[in-house]
Antibody, heavy 118, light 106 residues
Framework: QVKLLQSGAALVKPGASVKMSCKASGYTFTDYWVSWVKQSHGKSLEWIGEIYPNSGATNFNEKFKGKATLTVDKSTSTAYMELSRLTSEDSAIYYC???????????WGQGTLVTVSS | DIQMTQSPPSLSASLGDKVTITCQASQNINKYIAWYQQKPGKAPRLLIRYTSTLESGTPSRFSGSGSGRDYSFSISNVESEDIASYYCLQYDNLWTFGGGTKLELK
């Protein structure tokens, strides 16, 4: 079955960067877009961007352009998201998700908690 | 960008009640709306796609309807396992989530 296993929680200082991972299994990694979604504490969900592992093509929510960088390693079926110039507003849970046929965000990782604090 | 206005933000129900959540899009989204359930400490779970199509494993007490800009999601006969937050998502033009509805027991 489809599984998305995300890296563990991170505590990072303001101004620093953080890179998190999402290891996929149970399907052909290069066949489906992988998206990243932000959930600030107690709040709703925001789509950050997506990457197509086969080509590396990306699309971003305008709000996160310049903040998030998406990459993949096809050899390990792992997607990565790096967030730069972190502030307290970036403290959140970040989910990787995968589309299914004709519907986005059908499968979800368990989430990575990022805390930005000095 | 398409905005999704979800209401109410919170809802209190007794076991066995019927509850309804609505989402209004800022423009016609051609029935491309999905509904997700999220329990505390867990990732969201897709329940319904394309307005009213239940995902495999979604109990039949869940339903969705709507068209154009206005959509609704209902749970008939609320059970204790339904206590969670619910989110709508439009996927007609990129993706936008609603603000969420927290369902609590009365």
């Amino acid at each position: 079955q489809v599984k998305l296993l995300q890296s563990g929680a991170a505590l990072v200082k303001p101004g620093a960067s953080v890179k998190m991972s999402c290891k996929a299994s149970g399907y052909t990694f290069t066949d489906y877009w992988v998206s990243w979604v932000k959930q600030s504490h107690g709040k709703s969900l925001e789509w950050i961007g997506e990457i197509y592992p086969n080509s590396g093509a990306t699309n971003f929510n305008e709000k996160f352009k310049g903040k998030a960088t998406l990459t993949v390693d096809k050899s390990t079926s792992t997607a990565y998201m790096e967030l730069s110039r972190l502030t307290s507003e970036d403290s959140a849970i970040y989910y990787c998700t995968r589309e299914a046929t004709a519907v986005p965000f059908a499968y979800w990782g368990q989430g990575t908690l990022v805390t930005v604090s000095s | 960008d398409i905005q999704m206005t979800q209401s109410p933000p919170s809802l209190s129900a007794s076991l066995g009640d019927k509850v309804t959540i609505t989402c209004q899009a800022s423009q016609n989204i051609n029935k491309y709306i999905a509904w997700y359930q999220q329990k505390p400490g867990k990732a969201p779970r897709l329940l319904i796609r394309y307005t009213s199509t239940l995902e495999s494993g979604t109990p039949s007490r869940f339903s969705g309807s709507g068209s154009g800009r206005d959509y609704s999601f209902s749970i008939s006969n609320v059970e204790s396992e339904d206590i969670a937050s619910y989110y709508c998502l439009q996927y007609d033009n990129l993706w936008t989530f609603g603000g969420g509805t927290k369902l609590e027991l009365k």
